[in-house]
């Protein structure tokens, strides 16, 4: 089925790492990497193992028929070793019965997959990489520019710009290092041949493996994994991990973006975010992307881990959707990633409006100290109500906290001496601003860290 | 990104109901009613929605470089009715400046998927209701061969493959029955223009969607649905409640085709579930191609429900995941529905070896009815244990419990008078069979119920 | 395991429907039901009926070791009915064999479930109709108080607070008009027996069943659902629904109250949101409960739609998960339909900061509008480029766009006939406003249709 | 709310590493742990922090109203250290004023939580230790007892039961593997104050942290993760993989466990597994518990993953539903891994019967084999229709396929030298028996690397 159109959220082109094009060639790379590997140990003749692996390539198939007659068979593989085998045949008839030798339509596909994978891994790692390192820069760029913290949707306290730039330079880091090193165990090889115990492959059927592992730059799982998807659902797992990581950084620049707010805009480019009514307006069509390409990511999670319980030897029913599931995780995992990568680089932080948000709130973001200030002398209870009733009247009168409480308060001996300096402190900017900015290059430092 | 090969089990061909021509089909659909029902009520010039009603049907787009725009945009609309406006002025130009008047991009989308979901819904219908009609006629073919209860994967007494069947009928009716009930309030028109409030359609705006409604056989919603999804998602996770009842079906047959249990076997045609290794072997396909249709959609479910946390007037994010997966559910739904219909039409129940299953157990099925029959004797723990012991013995002897029990009791004086015709009745397996088969015709009158 | 605290946010209390008081109460119902069912058809002794339902309430249990004993035998009903039997051998040593007589332990929690669920049903309802009425009198309050539309969380026109408000009001109507008619058949007694058809009961299975619908005041199923379990996890599908419509609201609520926007406050109650640290701040706590409450319902219905697959007429495992989990649903829908109705019925809507927040935008909100006026003269492109720039020196200089476009206009002899009346039009506030107020009545009239 | 019964399979008991007295001494020992830090770095006086520390654990309160007065709160926190504040006070009221000096409410429950689940971790450790060596002790009993391989639920050749239970074994020892390495991060301490930055504490904000890590035995995150959760919901999502690893061999157990099978069967137990109905029955209670436990997780992880999406410096909803949540994944993988390792433990497998099963398929699992033998002289296609058409024969004849392949092709000269030797080796058991059984070393040898 074409769905070019209602994949437009996630299409990453026809070329793209699970593409048919690409998803056939890893079939046929599985394929030539077993019959060289059997040739090496003796397990069929070498001059078999050549032709294959210089004419498999050759092979022409139109994914259309191939699919149809997969699903008929339960399996693409049935149809393309039998169209891989008249292929060889053409050229080379002795070659052709040794193709596929001792294996099973699950290894090629899970090989094929992994081949894939990699692919989407690496383009994966790279986005994410630019995204940790322009959230880096954004961090460098605004240490001490003041901005609300906000907490529960509420104003919280004050804190940087590049306080929260570096935290989400760190997370999408972590999530990055994360998948690079599940990776190390779930790109693995499948040979297991039909019972999944190297049976048709004689005493050599582990050596195949390992050195199929080798040449396809692929771990040797020491095992089969037909039905035990520990490693390569953990390595989607982590891919969801990263999904969440990069919605909540999406997330908040589409929080900071809204008019009333107006700490962030997305980049603009040529009829990006065009609406299709008004001229004023600008679509965030990055955020977008990202939200809506990691939306449905966490359901399918479930749905591979519920795929796990996978019966006997292979599995009948979760297996299959789990091959076609796996890639979706993939595929919007990137999408998101481009896509954060594009905002993040792009993304405009008005600074002078984040200050000027603090400033709206007429100094009540830092009642929490002004109840310090007044503890030691009027107790916890009284001087929480007492400030509480200064807010009210600050926010409502338009006047900043310091004022009112200096007014309101200068009646009260107990408190004058403290009503000076001390209360000046109290709504200092300056003081969290600099103990905010102080951890910034620790957090880029962790985000830099070294790769496993 | 064409993914034929991926989406082989799912695949539905290019015509299929949420296709690039089906979907942009329904999208001018959507543009050409909006059209004439404001020339009905007089807001734009009815020359000009004769105009586009006639010329909107040529327009020829390509689905590639419409995706990429709309990723882009932020929406396949901006590019699409770009494209239709152009398209209408080159044969009226006064005409296309009414193009899409007074609506929004989600009016669109949102109206083609439920015009798409439509014809899903009717195949969808169409292929739950042959599975019904199969199972029924099993029912019918087999209503006193008895088979085994099973409970927790154990046997658990004797019922008959016309019952069993039967509750199959009624399951499958059912789930297409709620369906159709909630299609009526979910298949609706969406138009609420920018805002959602109609203000760029006047007063008119109301009459104008419920004119759209009857042109187009949709529900006229009476409101706004664009950030208001219940009875759309409602929609789906029905649907995702017959890929339970659909599935629940699968695993049964699927379980019953064991070697080892052998009561059935999916119907043979040429290639089907050939295995690429062994000649032997026939892979389940149907089943397996049900159960892995089904297997993902609890996840999509999750995901759209989660999804309805839509902000304000149009959500950033969840309503965009929504239109490509809400889609995905039906034609998930669709595979498992046509592959279930061809199972069920097709399978063969071997009732003598449903027969031979249960006298594999040497009349231990009904040691509850044995222990009944010790219990006014013996009191309820020693009749328990009693019978117990008899059923080890039968089991491990290879006799039937019946013979093993006259034998053994027989010394008892107290039990000697029921050990004669009271004992044959407690193994007589015509009175469930006789029993469960009573109950056939009505559950098969409850799935035959008239549709909603 | 007594799990208080963790459960704070949807802790309702020990007398909670799904108490164990409740449970264990309801799972007596069943079996006095059962026993007078049978007692009337003649396959029990009335006196032994009669026993059972005078006795069987007085049985004392102590959850702790019953939920042990159940968690050894697979099953609570096993320890449940040893100790109904011997608590009624106590009083009537003769009857104390009937009890649970033909019945299964499914039989005996599935109705005991669908007992508690009733009133879990009830409770939901009532919070969801106090919600609902409670939108629907904040849009009676507000008709006509203009507020933005927004859309990707930007703003995209003007509509009203009591348009909005009545848009709330009639998707919480929907969700539970659809949960009570999905109760009609959900809410089902079971029967079915050790082998699911009855078989224990003799010809009288199906009327006794019908008897035991009645008496419990539940619907009689016509068949065994032990393991066709769509009704029953389409109410609960329902109240993920609920779930979604709830959260939807709350999360509007929850952006109004913004401290940038401060459309909305939460009412507020004695240390209602009190915060740990910030005297001033009051956290939104009944918001917080909504949201808490309802997200993590979409997992729950992904894993009762993935267990339907239950094998043969009991299942293994996803029957036994689906009775814990099935109650979560409700108790999650029930915390926040409490939390919701609360807020509802208490939030404070910020008139004028509706209004300010357009006014905000100077003008630039009526972009399209002034677009078309000037289309007609400029042509389209033109018009779009040419108000883009308008509404960029509007807000740059913070003055009104109207303002700006008559001066930087003016000097266009084409457009200057325009820009009088019509181009006052063009920003004229109460235009949108009168046309999104007419249709609240009808809004609120299918929200209050009558019930099915 | 108590919910002892409906938790019946999960139920760990008061005592559990969630229960009440756990999270409260949790959330003690952070409040000590901050007070201690602070003094040694001058912040708040040694002395306060002696008496917090020397009183705090005397904390007595009844979680019931407190989980109340949380809910009203939105916060347990609130609550609990007005408590802790007026315990402290009582006993040295200087002190009680640098209670909770510094943090905020976040910080003191995702502390709590991570050392509740150090507890939950640890157990869950111990309990798919003894899984892994119970698989490994079976592998080793049987390495080379012949069995079936099943794919797709059908024969698929000959392994061993060593071979599928070294499998089992390293499957579980990865999911074990695999949650130590992420703890190693996950489990953190949390310090972020009210702002996220630490501002409260000072300089010595980053100081603090570390040695209130250092004392708790927690990690030093480096950061402040109140709203970036990935390795937090890393340590769920691997809870959630060794879920699926552990239902997998919980669902192998369950199929051999079938009575057409026979090849496993539960330890027994008193009482386990009894049947309210049916005295020679035995459910299978272990495995149902495996496979009940872990089926809501894959649901639970759905939710986490989707609730990573936390907005600005702390979540309104998500993190709170997180809260409730994350440990629900670690009592569901808790209950399985406990049954399971039961089950492991005391697991019967019948290898005569195992036998038995590959025999009573006449030889035609070797179909392949026979195939291979054929096609030389044949060619694939009638190689592959022959051996298709000797099977049915075989089968429909109960007659083992070497024989009726002898008999039926010894007419035909060109195959006739391969019909003796050659042909009993295509049926040689002990080919694949041997070749399984020499994997089995190296497989355990993986199970048992080195902890990370």
């Known amino acids: 089925m074409t769905r070019h159109l209602l994949d437009w959220i996630v299409a990453a082109g026809e070329d793209g790492p699970y593409g048919d094009a690409a998803l056939l060639r890893s079939m046929v790379r599985f394929e030539v990497a077993l019959a060289q590997a059997q040739a090496r140990v003796g397990a069929i003749p070498q001059a078999a193992a050549d032709a294959i692996a210089q004419h498999a390539f050759g092979l022409a198939l139109d994914p259309a028929p191939l699919a149809r007659a997969g699903a008929h068979a339960g399996t693409l593989v049935v149809p393309f070793v039998r169209a891989l085998v008249a292929h060889i045949a053409t050229h080379d008839e002795s070659a052709a019965r040794w193709v596929h030798h001792g294996a099973t339509s699950q290894d090629v596909m899970d090989t094929a997959l992994a081949l894939c994978t990699r692919k989407a891994l690496a383009a994966l790692e790279r986005s994410l990489s630019r995204s940790s390192r322009a959230a880096a820069t954004l961090a460098r760029s605004h240490p001490v520019a003041p901005m609300l913290a906000r907490t529960l949707l509420q104003p919280a306290g004050v804190t940087t710009v590049g306080f929260k730039c570096a935290h989400w330079a760190l997370s999408l880091a972590r999530v990055r290092w994360r998948l690079l090193r599940t990776a190390q165990e779930a790109l693995a090889v499948s040979l297991g041949g039909a019972a999944g115990n190297l049976a048709e492959l004689g005493e050599h059927g582990p050596t195949v493996r390992a050195q199929m592992a080798q040449a396809l730059e692929l771990t040797d799982p020491g095992a089969t994994w037909h039905s035990h998807r520990e490693p390569w659902i953990a390595l989607a797992a982590d891919a969801g991990l990263a999904c969440g990581a990069m919605a909540k950084v999406a997330r908040d620049v589409a929080l900071m973006a809204q008019a009333e707010v107006g700490e962030a805009r997305e980049p603009q ?184």
């Open 269 to 452: 480019a040529d009829g990006r975010g065009a609406s299709s009514a008004m001229p004023s307006k600008r679509n965030p069509a990055l955020t977008l992307r990202v939200l809506a390409s990691t939306q449905p990511v966490p359901g399918m999670i479930s749905g591979l881990l519920a795929g796990m319980v996978q019966e006997h030897e292979r599995a009948l029913g979760n297996w299959q959707a789990e091959l076609a599931q796996h890639p979706q995780v993939f595929t919007h995992a990137l999408a998101a990633a481009a896509a954060l990568a594009d905002l993040l680089e792009g993304v405009h932080i008005d600074v002078a409006r984040c200050h000027a948000n603090i400033e709206a709130l007429y100094g009540t973001i830092f009642s929490e100290r002004l109840a310090g200030l007044l503890l030691p002398v009027l107790g916890k209870e009284a001087a929480q109500a007492t400030v509480a009733d200064l807010c009210r009247d600050a926010l409502d009168g338009g006047r900043h906290l310091r004022d009112v409480a200096r007014e309101r308060l200068s009646g009260d001996a107990r408190l004058q001496p403290h009503l000076g300096g001390e209360l000046d402190e109290v709504f200092d900017l300056e003081r969290p601003v600099r103990l905010a900015a102080a951890q910034i290059e620790p957090l880029l430092a962790a985000a830099e860290r070294p790769l496993p």
